[in-house]
């Protein structure tokens, strides 16, 4: 308890941590948020583009076939969060993560990433949505210092 005071965890952010955590406090994650990936796997097997519907019941799939054998699963708010709840697709022993960053954020002159946050989405939002905690994926592009600074920077703010 000591060391995790000294760390700076509130008593929430450890309770999310035990939420996303097997009992060994390993994490073993699913991710359906990736929706281009999604949408371009699914455009590839139909020919067609998918609709919103067809994307939010793919992931719903996924969660309830995947999530009973993981510690915690990662969503997007607009296909995945509340398609997947409603469903009742998430065992109750599953941590529920929410992604923060917008999916395919923009990039640098360089080509370089700079992470943003999604429309409409941002940490309270997702706390009040009842997530055990908030997925971010920290980007950084060693060669490329202005990508690497705004990303760490965009990190330290979330």
């Not at 699914?42 to 992931?59: F, I, N, Q, R, S």
């Amino acid at each position: 308890m000591t060391r995790l005071l000294g760390l700076g965890l509130t008593p929430g952010k450890l309770r999310g941590l035990q939420r996303i955590s097997n009992p060994n406090g390993t994490l073993t994650m699913v991710a359906t948020d990736q929706n281009s990936s999604m949408i371009s796997m699914m455009k590839k097997a139909t020919g067609k583009d998918p609709t919103y519907a067809e994307v939010a019941d793919a992931k719903v799939m996924l969660s309830r076939a995947l999530s009973p054998h993981c510690s915690g699963l990662l969503v997007d708010g607009y296909y995945g969060y509340w398609s997947t709840v409603a469903a009742n697709a998430v065992p109750g022993g599953t941590g529920l993560l929410i992604r923060v960053e917008k999916s395919g954020a923009t990039k640098n002159a360089a080509g370089a990433p700079c992470g943003e946050v999604e429309p409409g989405w941002g940490v309270a939002k997702i706390k009040k949505c009842g997530a055990d905690a908030v997925k971010l994926l920290a980007q950084f592009e060693p060669g490329e210092p202005d990508s690497a600074e705004h990303n760490f920077e965009f990190t330290r703010q979330i």
